[in-house]
């Protein structure tokens, strides 16, 4: 079946150092979506890329759409310790009606 | 979100016992998702409905179902049937004229004793 993959599942870095989870599919995508979701809560939207190659910025997070919409990335730059929390992707095949999520990559940030 | 709240928080059941956990939206969104998250497994899609009086199974719909008798509320009821119903529930839902984009619950933690 259709599946979104992404890896690593957890990631330890020293604050200031930087970080990146990828997400991969078998087959091509509509869209990608990027969620947060903090220790104890629950995912809150980040960003969806449509487009093939899209790059968009929101401060110190980076988020890619591959050139053949099979997969996507996300890369924070000089991590702080509120960037904490469970990084998920989720995309839409074009004949599904639901979002496919990833498992999501676990970011610890030490001081 | 705001404006989609679940409850309870917190849900306490004896095995064998039927439960049904609330979600209730006044964004006016026509789609809603009911999702379990268990530890490293990620989100999985239990229940979806894209109109009143319609909805579809999702991926591990087995033990569960849903209603949707009004366009804010779509109750999830977890049956004695779901062998192992102790997770983190969370209700989603999206608007036809947004991007996409899910709104999620605060989310219920379901603890079966």
């Known amino acids: 079946g259709q599946q979104v993959m992404q890896i690593p599942q957890y990631q330890h870095v020293q604050e200031g150092e930087d970080f990146t989870t990828y997400c991969n599919s078998s087959?091509?995508?509509?869209?990608i979506q990027w969620y947060k979701q903090r220790p104890g809560g629950h995912p809150v939207f980040l960003i969806q890329?449509?487009?093939?190659?899209e790059v968009k910025k929101q401060k110190r997070l980076t988020f890619q759409f591959g050139e053949a919409k099979k997969n996507s990335s996300l890369h924070i730059t000089a991590t702080q310790t509120t960037d904490v929390g469970t990084y998920f992707c989720a995309g839409y095949y074009d004949s599904g009606y639901a979002l496919n999520f990833g498992k999501g990559t676990s970011l610890l940030v030490t001081p | 979100d705001g404006g989609i709240t679940q409850s309870p928080k917190y849900l306490f059941r004896k095995e064998g016992q039927n439960v049904t956990l609330s979600c209730e939206q006044n964004?006016?969104?026509?789609?809603m998702y009911w999702y379990r998250q268990d530890p490293g497994q990620g989100l999985r899609l239990i229940y979806y409905s894209q109109i009143v009086n319609d909805f579809q199974k999702g991926d591990i719909a087995e033990g569960y179902s849903v209603s949707r008798e009004k366009k804010e509320s779509f109750p999830l009821t977890v049956t004695s049937a779901q062998k192992n119903p102790t997770a983190f529930y969370l209700c989603a839902s999206i608007g036809t004229e947004s991007t996409d984009t899910q709104y999620f619950g605060p989310g219920t933690r379901l603890t079966v004793l």
């Open positions: 087959t091509t995508l509509s869209n």
């Open positions: 964004l006016n969104h026509d789609a």
């Open positions: 890329l449509v487009k093939s190659g």
